[in-house]
């Protein structure tokens, strides 16, 4: 039978993180060294007391179908853990836990937005923002952002319109590691009240804040009853193949959220959820040392590439840099295939991040600071080998 692709699929843009890291794979698999500094998530395993309660809970029989919601006692100790880290009342019927945060993102899409709605995704993004908002039938409307990657409230007016419906904010920033201030985030708050719009501010990289306060957008003034906040265990955790996120807001929003995950997931498995709370309990010592490790290399591999002549902004948050390539290599654009080819060093192309990125490249440091300085010196070698 002839298979037809329904139109919204046909919008849909292939994983630009995905291709790259193929093409790395494919490398690999011919024997080749490839250093990677295209990866999403942090090399470190999980920790034991994870692994130990999902392993008692599997004994115990946590191996059935949950409630949609999610645990009870999970939605409890994260409900207490936004209260004491960030003074708001949570209550726990106000949590959904999903399989990863990206799900969370994606139900919030489908709980808020009509058909032909407009979101607004200040860039460079993560792409699958600009996915899941077509997928839902939503259309996503790119916002560029200012020279240190942050959001001006004079270029999300120029784009609002009336079918705008939804804002959504990331900090710290895949790809750009930038974080807002509580200036900034004032402002918005500001925009998204005069517009009336809705919000969903995926915060799962509040733990990776080097510099400055980490502050979460639901507690600023009046925001709380119109912030959907995402947030996850992949990235503070180690956690990525467990697939569990979750997000908290308005409560009728998150009724609907429930009402998808009936109808797909179903629930995120029991043992997984019990381990999530052995991570919000037992394991703050690790990510203490976690991102104490991940700050040294931000500074290691941010010097690394300023003396390499790349114009780039200090992260100061989540694990990646965004550095522009031009004046660096002839055809910025293909830096990446460069880099892959003739330094075996794997990074991820900026076009995946937003119109208007093409130029630039995201470069991981979830990876070792041997491997790291290996990839410096190989990119240097690399850069003063080509004619540019
Ligand atoms: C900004 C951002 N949000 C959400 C996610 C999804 O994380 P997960 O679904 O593993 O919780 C990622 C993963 O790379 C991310 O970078």
Same mark, same amino acid.
């Given at each position: 039978m002839e298979y037809e692709i329904p139109s919204k699929l046909k919008r849909l843009k292939e994983s630009a993180t995905l291709k790259a890291a193929e093409k790395a794979r494919a490398l690999r698999a011919k024997g080749v060294k490839v250093i990677s500094l295209d990866v999403g998530e942090p090399d470190f395993p999980t920790p034991l007391p994870i692994i130990e309660e999902a392993y008692k809970a599997l004994k115990e029989g946590y191996t059935h179908y949950g409630p949609s919601q999610g645990l009870p006692e999970l939605r409890e100790t994260l409900s207490d853990k936004v209260k004491s880290e960030k003074g708001i009342d949570v209550r726990p019927s106000s949590f959904i836990i999903t399989p990863g945060s990206k799900q969370s993102i994606y139900y919030s899409l489908i709980a808020l937005l009509e058909e032909g709605d407009e979101v607004l995704i200040p860039t460079p993004a993560w792409p699958s923002y600009m996915e899941m908002v077509k997928l839902v039938g939503g259309v996503p409307i790119e916002v560029k952002t200012n020279s240190s990657f942050l959001p001006s409230i004079d270029e999300l007016e120029k784009y609002t319109t009336g079918r705008t419906k939804a804002l959504i904010i990331n900090y =710290?920033?895949?790809?750009?590691g930038s974080v807002y201030d509580r200036g900034k985030l004032e402002e918005l708050a500001t925009f998204v009240k005069e517009k009336n719009l809705w919000v969903i501010s995926d915060e799962i990289y509040e733990k990776l804040t080097y510099e400055g306060e980490f502050i979460s957008f639901a507690t600023l003034e009046g925001m709380d009853d119109r912030t959907i906040t995402v947030n996850g265990f992949s990235k503070t955790y180690a956690?990525?193949?467990?697939r569990i996120g979750y997000a908290y807001g308005p409560e009728e929003v998150i009724k609907m959220m429930v009402k998808v995950q009936q109808h797909?997931?179903?629930?995120? =498995?029991a043992f997984v959820q019990k381990a999530a709370i052995a991570a919000l309990t037992k394991c703050d010592d690790y990510v203490k040392e976690m991102v104490s490790e991940f700050k040294k290399r931000r500074d290691f591999i941010f010097e690394g590439f300023k003396k390499l002549g790349f114009k780039l902004e200090k992260p100061k948050g989540a694990f990646y840099l965004f550095p522009d390539v031009r004046g660096i290599y002839r055809d910025p654009p293909n830096f990446n295939d460069f880099l892959l080819d003739k330094a075996a060093v794997s990074v991820t192309p900026g076009a995946g991040f937003g119109v208007g990125y093409e130029p630039y490249v995201r470069v991981s440091y979830a990876n070792s600071l041997e491997n790291i300085r290996e990839g410096l010196e190989r990119i240097e070698k690399a850069l003063s080998e080509s004619s540019n």
């Open positions: =710290p920033n895949n790809p750009t956690m990525t193949g467990w797909t997931a179903t629930c995120v =498995p």
